[in-house]
C-alpha cells in the first residue's frame, strides 16, 4: 500500500523541505501546479524514489501514489505529452509514465542508436521531437537514418518527412515553437546543409532549416523561450549576437534573429545562462526569471519586460544567489516558481537541489 504522508506532520499551512539525495536535472508541471522531477537522486525525504518523484503542489508532499523504481538511465530530460503522461529520456530511448500513478504506459516509443539528450512535446501539432548522438531512429515500422535529431507521433511512429540532421556529436538542448517554425539552440555548428551556429530555425513540418534567422552566435545556447508578446530569449554561453560584443550569455532577439529594439540585453553579463522562463500570468506578467553563472556566483534573476533588473525581487537586489547550478525552473499558476539544480544552498536557505520561490524572491 503506498504511503502518502499527512500535511499534519509538516504543521497547517508549512511547506515540506523536498530533499534529494542528489541533484535534479528537470522539473515539470502538470495543470494542477504539481511537481515531476527527474536526475540523479534515488531518495527523497528518506522514500525511495529511484531518478523520478512526483511533487505534490499543496505543501510540497511527496505523492505516495506516484511510484516507479524502474529507469535504466538517469533521464536527462522531460516533458508533458497530452497533459496526462510524462515522458522521460531512459538511454536510447523515452519511456511514458502515467502521471497519476507513475505506470508505464502502453506507448513504444522509436528507438535510436545512441543516447537521447533530449525530449519535447509539441502539443499544437501532436509531435515528440528528439535529440541526442544517435545516427539512426527504428520504430515499428522501420529504421531511418538520423543524426541527433528527428520527429515522432505521440504513438511514437517516427515521422519520415522530417530530417534535419546535426553536426556529427552535437545535439538540440532546448527548444520551442510558434506556428509551423521551430526554434532550437544547442552546441551544433550545421544544422541541414546549412553551417548555421548555435541557434536556427527550421520548419516544423520538414526539418527544413529556414536561413532568414541567423544570430552569428560564437558559442551554445542552452535556454530557448519564445516571449508571449514576440520574440525569443535564448540563453547559453555566447559573447556576442550578430556583432554586439557586449551581449554575453542572454538576448532577446526577433523572429528573423535581430536584435529587439528597446529591450536592456546587457543587464547582466553572464558567463553562461541555463534557464529562461516568463510569468505567463499575474502581476508580474511578461517578467523574466533568468539563471546563470555570473563569474562569480550562481544566481537567479527577475528582469522586467524591457530587460532591466526588477528591483521588487529578492529585496531589491533582484536576484537571489545559490551555491551551484539551477538547471530547470518551472513557475507555477500562483507565480510560485519551481527552482531544481545542482544547489543544495539558494537564498541563504537549506534547500537541497529543489526549492520553491514566492512571486517577491522569497525562497519558500
Known amino acids: 500500500m503506498a504511503l502518502i504522508l499527512p500535511i499534519s506532520i509538516f504543521g497547517s499551512g508549512s511547506l515540506n523541505v523536498v530533499s534529494p539525495n542528489a541533484a535534479l536535472t528537470k522539473v515539470v508541471l502538470d495543470s494542477s501546479n504539481n511537481a515531476y522531477i527527474s536526475g540523479s537522486y534515488t531518495t527523497v525525504n528518506g522514500m525511495s524514489r529511484k531518478y523520478v518523484a512526483k511533487i505534490l503542489a499543496t505543501y510540497d508532499n511527496i505523492d505516495g501514489n506516484f511510484v516507479y523504481n524502474s529507469l535504466s538511465a538517469i533521464p536527462q530530460s522531460s516533458s508533458l505529452s497530452s497533459g496526462t503522461n510524462l515522458l522521460l529520456t531512459t538511454g536510447t530511448s523515452l519511456i511514458g509514465l502515467n502521471i497519476n500513478n507513475g505506470t508505464p504506459i502502453p506507448t513504444t516509443y522509436a528507438v535510436s542508436n545512441g543516447t537521447v539528450n533530449t525530449v519535447f512535446d509539441a502539443a499544437d501539432v501532436t509531435s515528440i521531437f528528439i535529440s541526442g548522438l544517435f545516427t539512426s531512429v527504428t520504430d515499428s515500422v522501420s529504421s531511418y537514418a538520423r543524426t541527433n535529431f528527428a520527429k515522432m507521433s505521440t504513438s511514437g511512429v517516427v515521422a519520415s518527412g522530417f530530417t534535419c540532421n546535426l553536426s556529427s556529436g552535437h545535439y538540440v538542448m532546448s527548444m520551442d515553437y510558434v506556428g509551423s517554425n521551430l526554434y532550437v539552440g544547442g552546441n551544433f555548428t550545421t544544422i541541414g546543409v546549412e553551417a548555421i551556429p548555435y541557434f536556427a530555425k527550421v520548419n516544423i513540418n520538414t526539418g527544413t532549416p529556414l536561413t532568414d534567422l541567423n544570430c552569428n552566435l560564437n558559442n551554445q545556447v542552452l535556454s530557448v523561450h519564445i516571449c508571449s508578446d514576440g520574440g525569443i530569449f535564448i540563453g547559453g554561453s555566447f559573447t556576442n549576437i550578430k556583432t554586439t560584443s557586449t551581449i554575453k550569455g542572454f538576448g532577446k532577439v526577433d523572429f528573423s534573429g535581430n536584435l529587439v529594439a528597446g529591450f536592456t540585453q546587457s ?98
Do not use: C, H, M
Open 267 to 364: 543587464a547582466v553579463l553572464w558567463n553562461y545562462v541555463t534557464k529562461i522562463v516568463e510569468y505567463k500570468s499575474g502581476t508580474n506578467f511578461q517578467k523574466i526569471l533568468v539563471a546563470g553563472f555570473d563569474g562569480t556566483t550562481f544566481r537567479l534573476y527577475r528582469l522586467n519586460p524591457n530587460g532591466t533588473v526588477d528591483t521588487s525581487f529578492a529585496g531589491s537586489s533582484g536576484f537571489i544567489s545559490a551555491t551551484s547550478v539551477i538547471n530547470d525552473i518551472a513557475i507555477r499558476s500562483d507565480g510560485v516558481a519551481v527552482v531544481v539544480g545542482g544547489f543544495t544552498t539558494i537564498g541563504g536557505k537549506n534547500r537541497p537541489y529543489y526549492a520553491r520561490v514566492s512571486s517577491t524572491g522569497e525562497v519558500l
